[in-house]
């Protein structure tokens, strides 16, 4: 069985640290929002909606340590950690308006109220979500996937996972492939120990692998997850993903997206408005502390890509399938704030 990505457990939220995974099942206590802000920026937590559910928890505890005051600077802190995933920001917002709606005494209770919300909607928008994508599915299908978007990535099941979780569920016969994902290896490291955990087959690739295996006639659709999806469907997803959308394309293979509503950012006209990250070269020129590349080499490290929304053959969300021309309006976000 898998173990949980986040709990809240003993007055402290305890993350599964998946920096150390496989080699490791190893879990994080933060007890205090910069113990938090770090686990985000270091990927011991990652994944955009697992990003948000832990930014929620990291304002209950700024709220448990230090009460109203301290809760400005705490979404100041956890805001700057990551800035693609709007899931964060959404997160963020949605546990400020609680904060306003809620007296001092019953501030941190009330908060804490918030973030088990945000945190067991995220699962029960996973399930809906599988349960709409798995009907694109065919009955006997292999599904090649990039990163990781399953449970380790949200609060539990899984976006394009739990798309494949989902139709396995419903009696198809679904074969994954993973992407390794250069270069911090969320394909190899997380999907492929995640998906073995639960007995469902899985066939590791390199990224480079990708077109091949296409051209060989053994994928029969994409799935991957997002980060951020603009207005007119440009989606933001781990770096690759672009790549992975053209191949797919040039070899009449359908390439899905399967996102949460709280990653849907209306107020983004297009892709090119979506906050690339770049991170620290020396995740390009080492891994696991062997160096791969002459030192000090000069890197481009960005974390994500765009893949434009008409590479995509639909978006599928826990309120429906949404196929192109996309334009999705504000009406798309509320719908994760009920
Ligand atoms: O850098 P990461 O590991 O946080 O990137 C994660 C991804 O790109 C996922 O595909 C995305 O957040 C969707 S997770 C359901």
Redesign the pocket.
């Known amino acids: 069985m898998l173990p949980e990505t986040l709990q809240w457990r003993d007055d402290a939220l305890v993350l599964l640290d998946q920096r150390v995974l496989p080699g490791d099942v190893r879990y994080l206590v933060c007890r205090d929002v910069e113990t938090v802000a770090v686990a985000i920026e270091t990927?011991a937590v990652?994944?955009?909606?697992?990003?948000g559910i832990a930014a929620a928890y990291g304002m209950v505890l700024a709220a448990r340590v230090g009460g109203r005051n301290a809760l400005a600077s705490a979404e100041e802190r956890l805001a700057r950690t990551?800035p693609t995933?709007v899931n964060l920001f959404w997160a963020l917002e949605r546990m400020l308006a609680k904060s306003r709606s809620v007296g001092d005494a019953t501030l941190a209770e009330g908060l804490l109220d918030e973030a088990v919300r945000i945190h067991e909607e995220d699962v029960a928008m996973n399930r809906a979500m599988g349960a709409n994508g798995a009907t694109l599915l065919p009955q006997r299908c292999a599904v090649l996937t990039?990163?990781?978007?399953?449970a380790l990535?949200?609060g539990g099941y899984?976006?394009?996972l739990g798309v494949v979780r989902a139709a396995i569920r419903m009696g198809k016969d679904v074969r994954v492939y993973a992407d390794e994902t250069r270069p911090?290896l969320?394909g190899a490291r997380?999907t492929a120990w995640e998906l073995r955990e639960e007995a469902i087959p899985v066939t590791l690739i390199c990224d480079g692998m990708a077109g091949a295996l296409m051209a060989s006639g053994r994928v029969d659709a994409v799935i991957?997850?997002?980060?951020r999806i603009a207005a007119n469907g440009d989606v933001a997803?781990?770096i690759g993903?672009y790549g992975v959308a053209v191949l797919a394309r040039h070899h009449g293979i359908p390439f899905y997206v399967?996102?949460p509503t709280s990653?849907f950012d209306p107020s983004l006209p297009h892709g090119a408005a979506i906050p690339i990250?770049e991170r620290n070269g020396e995740e390009v020129r080492s891994f696991g502390g062997v160096r791969t590349a002459p030192e000090g080499i000069p890197v481009w490290n960005p974390?994500?890509d765009v893949t434009p929304g008409a590479l995509i053959t639909a978006i599928i969300s826990e309120e429906s399938v949404t196929f192109p021309p996309y334009r999705f309006g504000a009406a798309e976000k509320d719908v994760g704030k009920l």
């Open positions: 990927l990652r994944g955009a909606p697992a990003i990551r995933a990039h990163c990781n978007a399953g990535a949200t899984g976006t394009a911090v969320q997380l991957v997850g997002a980060d997803n781990k993903t399967a996102a990653t990250e974390a994500f």
